[in-house]
């Protein structure tokens, strides 16, 4: 397999960090009590299902045993995918219900998820909180049970084959559910975002349930014998350690990148104290816009780091004109406006998200009609984070005192964007970024840090031509 990192949107990759982190931290009051509410929902199902149903075949405690130590085995192999990880348990959890008493299955399940997690907690893989806990992983486990034991077909037999479609698709309804039900209750994360996640772990149950199966059929006699495909786990482990490894790369290089950015941006400050606040108010208003726009995860990070470095081209702009007391002439205009393709330029010489980033800066003094600089795009054809940090740098900047002129009052500054809406800013955008002024100015203190920059409102004056850049 490649050692190259893997690619990942912005969403994947914070759930990731997410996933990462709670691994080693004990679970807050959140998790607990949610999971705590699914585990013992299980228990409910599970113990409801042993002494309600009739097996088809005795229990053999040995037997039982060490398919719980199979299982647990295999529960410790992981793929990292976004809120949770994929287990490839099929292998062992198939042959388990049809070569053990069904009914019993998933109780013996939440067994060998307690200690796996236990194992993981011991090896200083895990936190021990989480470990009594896993019992709420056994969901899954009830409803191809269930299915089994109502349609009758609980031993391994190849005349039961549309029941076992039936159980597989059960098992995937209910541990999909399940899972989205529990992001939401214990992490907050939303069923939408999970939903993109799920296809790896169930791509991973659809290709190894059928090695499960014919290994259950091929061990009706000899329950035992099943477990003669765990050396596949051993491989499997393998591949798994790969991912986890290429997938923490990219996690760190994104991490980097975000430093980089940081550093780009306290250069920027030092080099000129304003513009370096300025910058930061803007993030922080760029952020609540893309919220309030609906943006993915993506094209908020790409409006985030886009609105940290949009000026970040002014490094190449003589101090002299930047703090000019006065209207640039036109040569000064021409140099003022190299900054967006100076910015441009640097970004990508950094490479990899911050080069995607540089297109944002370079577009993020175009205009809605075209007048913009430096390339003269119009419309939709300027991204739409470029979109964002117009209006807000627009903003912020009339709502700031500059060297050459006092601030406006929000009032002037909001009737400024509107009344430019459509030729010198998205319409959309323009809407958007009203909004949230006018909710965060009605808001009670602590405002956020961009805030400080709307209290206490300056009186009104009379309207001026547009923000330098």
């Given at each position: 397999?490649?050692?190259?990192h893997?690619?990942m949107d912005a969403?994947?990759e914070?759930?990731l960090?997410e996933?990462?982190e709670?691994?080693?931290r004990?679970l ?5 009590v949610?999971?705590r509410i699914f ?20 229990l053999s405690?040995?037997?039982?045993a ?8 295999a529960?410790?192999i ?7 990880f ?6 062992v ?7 053990l ?6 109780l013996?399940?939440a067994?060998a998820l307690?200690?796996?997690?236990a194992w993981?907690?011991a ?5 021990l909180?989480?470990s009594?806990l896993?019992?709420a ?14 349609l009758g077909?609980?031993l391994p037999a190849?005349e ?7 159980a597989?698709?059960?098992?995937l ?7 989205m039900?529990r992001?939401?209750?214990?992490l907050?994360v939303?069923?939408r975002a999970?939903?993109r996640e ?17 290994a259950a059929i091929?061990a009706?006699d000899?329950?035992?014998?099943a ?5 596949l786990?051993?491989l ?9 490894g290429r997938?923490?790369?990219s996690?760190?290089?994104?991490r980097?990148?975000?430093g980089?950015?940081l550093l780009l941006r306290?250069?920027l400050?030092d080099?000129?104290?304003y513009?370096?606040?300025h910058?930061?108010d803007?993030?922080g ?6 919220d309030r726009l609906g943006l ?5 990070r ?6 940290l ?12 004109i930047?703090n ?9 205009w021409?140099?003022?406006r ?15 998200l911050?080069?995607h980033?540089g297109v ?19 419309g939709?054809?300027?991204p739409l984070p470029?979109?964002?940090v117009?209006?807000?740098?627009a903003?912020?900047a009339?709502t700031t005192?500059?060297?050459?002129r006092?601030?406006?009052g929000i009032?002037?500054a909001l ?8 030729t010198q ?7 958007a ?7 965060a100015?009605?808001?009670t203190?602590p405002a956020?840090?961009?805030?400080l ?11 001026v ?5």
């Amino acid at each position: 397999m490649s050692a190259a990192h893997i690619d990942m949107d912005a969403g994947t990759e914070r759930l990731l960090e997410e996933t990462f982190e709670r691994r080693h931290r004990d679970l807050d009051r959140r998790e607990r009590v949610g999971n705590r509410i699914f585990a013992a929902g299980f228990l409910v199902a599970a113990v409801g299902l042993a002494v309600l149903a009739e097996p088809e075949r005795a229990l053999s405690p040995l037997t039982a045993a060490v398919f719980v130590v199979a299982l647990a085995v295999a529960a410790r192999i992981e793929f990292a995918s976004g809120a949770g990880f994929a287990v490839p348990i099929q292998i062992v959890f198939v042959p388990m219900l049809l070569l053990l008493p069904t009914p019993l299955v998933p109780l013996l399940v939440a067994v060998a998820l307690v200690l796996a997690s236990a194992w993981k907690a011991a090896q200083g893989g895990a936190a021990l909180a989480r470990s009594v806990l896993a019992v709420a992983d056994a969901w899954f486990s009830v409803g191809p049970a269930v299915v089994l034991v109502a349609l009758g077909a609980q031993l391994p037999a190849w005349e039961h084959w549309p029941v076992f479609v039936a159980a597989f698709a059960a098992q995937l309804l209910l541990d999909g559910g399940m899972s989205m039900a529990r992001a939401r209750v214990c992490l907050g994360v939303a069923p939408r975002a999970l939903m993109r996640e799920l296809h790896l772990v169930y791509r991973v149950d659809v290709l190894l349930a059928p090695i499960g199966l014919l290994a259950a059929i091929a061990a009706a006699d000899v329950p035992l014998a099943a477990l003669l495909v765990l050396p596949l786990a051993s491989l499997l482990l393998i591949f798994a350690r790969e991912r986890e490894g290429r997938i923490q790369q990219s996690l760190e290089l994104g991490r980097a990148y975000r430093g980089t950015a940081l550093l780009l941006r306290d250069l920027l400050e030092d080099d000129d104290e304003y513009t370096g606040r300025h910058t930061e108010d803007v993030v922080g208003l760029c952020v609540l816009v893309a919220d309030r726009l609906g943006l993915d995860e993506d094209a908020k990070r790409a409006t985030e780091l886009g609105a940290l470095l949009h000026d970040i081209g002014k490094i190449a702009v003589p101090d002299a004109i930047i703090n000019k007391p006065g209207p640039l002439d036109e040569a000064e205009w021409a140099i003022m406006r190299t900054h967006t393709i100076e910015g441009e330029r640097m970004l990508r010489q950094v490479g990899g998200l911050l080069a995607h980033v540089g297109v944002v800066v370079r577009a993020s003094h175009e205009r809605w009609d075209g007048k913009g600089y430096p390339d003269g795009l119009a419309g939709e054809a300027i991204p739409l984070p470029a979109r964002i940090v117009s209006a807000c740098d627009a903003y912020n900047a009339m709502t700031t005192d500059r060297s050459y002129r006092k601030a406006l009052g929000i009032p002037v500054a909001l009737g400024e964007l509107q009344a430019n809406a459509g030729t010198q800013f998205d319409p959309h955008v323009v809407g958007a970024l009203v909004a949230v002024v006018e909710e965060a100015h009605a808001a009670t203190p602590p405002a956020p840090h961009w805030e400080l920059a709307l209290a206490p409102e300056a009186p009104p004056a009379p309207p001026v031509p547009a923000p330098r850049a």
